[in-house]
């Protein structure tokens, strides 16, 4: 068991406070698969250590700063080239929540290019917590703090797969943003461009967000749905409820247009995707009085769509309702949905999980969105990570044995898919 009295987060400045595991065996040295509870080798002390590492950092979104310094402390060692660069600092509209800071590293020239995509961010943890959220503490056979799952655990059980990676075997990369919590304007966008611009584009990628649902390795996203934000305004004119025909209310016209939106059935689903569903999520005017119509009638609605759709299509699918009733809307397209079909990186995955955990891992694409939908324009994606009972909740906690587990995933995928 690790020490608990851990020291301030690493910056470049301070150099290095942690110190590095005891070595003994390496992973790959096991001639039988790594089942939960087994003794701690080499690189499972390491993902333990580099979890608290990245999780002793304060990094509400947009993250900067000293976890990136952290992060590349972890993989420089490891010979690789780490970039970072911030994004978004010019940018003078506050809700795309820049500046954001960004990272790529790469290894290996030649070969298949494999990557690895994360976020360095987190959620505000908010009052109430067993522990400081920012000062990871073992108890029992978990580790508490912000991060913990989603997702620096994940980061973490990835680079310590590296250490028993070789360089030779092809080319690997981490990108790794401070900007998937929130807006994500200028984060894993930034990083495709950066990208595109260095020429330097992955075969492969899998994301680490916790997937996992009752257990780890249950679950794999090889798809999210798409989403889209969309704001009716309703003009009229204020009056005296006494004198009706002096004034317009508009909330008729507004409840008129929101009951043939919510007479829409977009479709049924798909053979990998639940049906899309439109919600009402917000009715506003603003009226404080008890005798007046009011001048102006507003409502939101949140669509989650499959693939039958775009988000264009759907916009305009609902501007065709709310302008001839009278209303207009403004949009705003998050991401489309994307679907990765079975082939080569999920029938890989659902093997070596198979063969570490024990279970197959279902091909889901439910719950919200990722930063896998920007990814996927790239190359083949598909999400899978450590188990998401508990985050974004007060004391979110990881399982060291599943810390464990799946870094020897992680490492029996990363040396399959290069050598392939």
Same mark, same amino acid.
């Not at 390496?26 to 001639?31: P, R």
């Not at 690895?116 to 978990?142: K, Q, T």
């Not at 330097?200 to 990628?205: K, N, Q």
């Given at each position: ?16 406070? /942690?110190?590095? &595991? ?13 089942? &939960?509870?087994?003794?701690?080798? %080499? ?18 979104? &947009? ?28 940018? &003078? ?24 995509? +994360? ?9 109430? /917590? ?39 075997? +092809? ?15 200028? +984060? ?6 950066? %990208? ?9 990628? !899998? ?31 204020? +009056? ?17 247009? !929101? ?143 599943? !810390? ?17």
């Amino acid at each position: 068991m690790l020490d608990k009295s851990y020291p301030a987060c690493h910056s470049r400045e301070s150099g290095n406070p /942690w110190p590095e &595991p005891s070595v003994q065996t390496s992973l790959s040295d096991h001639g039988s698969p790594i089942k &939960p509870g087994m003794t701690q080798t %080499m690189t499972e002390s390491l993902a333990l250590t580099y979890a608290q590492r990245l999780m002793a950092c304060e990094s509400i979104s &947009p993250a900067r700063g000293s976890v990136f310094d952290t992060m590349e402390a972890m993989l420089a060692p490891l010979g690789f080239t780490v970039e970072r660069f911030i994004a978004g600092a010019d940018d &003078p509209n506050p809700a795309h929540g820049g500046p954001v800071e960004n990272l790529f590293a790469i290894r290996g020239k030649g070969g298949r290019h494999f990557a690895f995509a +994360g976020h360095l961010d987190v959620v505000p943890p908010g009052d109430g /917590w067993a522990s400081e959220p920012f000062e990871p503490e073992i108890r029992g056979d978990l580790l508490y703090g912000r991060g913990a799952v989603d997702m620096k655990g994940s980061i973490a059980a990835f680079v310590a797969a590296l250490h028993d990676i070789p360089e030779d075997a +092809g080319t690997v990369s981490l990108i790794i943003t401070g900007d998937e919590e929130g807006p994500a304007i200028h +984060g894993t966008r930034a990083l495709i461009d950066h %990208m595109k611009a260095r020429g330097t584009m992955p075969d492969l990628c !899998l994301v680490g967000e916790p997937t996992s649902v009752n257990q780890l390795g249950d679950m794999m996203k090889v798809g999210r749905r798409g989403s889209v934000n969309i704001w009716i305004t309703v003009e009229g004119t204020q +009056g005296h409820v006494a004198y009706p025909h002096l004034a317009d209310n508009p909330i008729p016209r507004l409840v008129a247009i !929101l009951a043939q939106i919510k007479a829409v059935v977009l479709d049924q689903g798909t053979e990998f995707f639940q049906p899309s569903n439109i919600e009402i999520t917000e009715l506003h005017t603003g009226n404080p009085a008890t005798n007046v119509i009011p001048a102006k009638a507003l409502a939101r609605l949140s669509i989650r769509f499959n693939d039958l759709h775009s988000g264009e299509s759907l916009v305009e699918l609902i501007r065709g309702i709310v302008e001839p009733g009278g209303g207009t809307l403004k949009a705003m397209i998050s991401g489309e949905a994307f679907l990765t079909p079975p082939g080569e990186l999920s029938e890989t995955l659902t093997a070596i999980v198979e063969e570490v955990a024990g279970i197959a891992p279902e091909a889901s694409t439910t719950g919200g969105t990722s930063d896998a939908r920007f990814l996927s324009k790239l190359c083949p994606v598909v999400e899978f990570g450590l188990c998401n009972a508990t985050m974004h909740k007060l004391d979110e906690a990881v399982a060291i044995a599943d !810390l464990d587990a799946l870094t020897e995933i992680y490492r029996r995928v990363t040396l399959r898919l290069l050598a392939r």
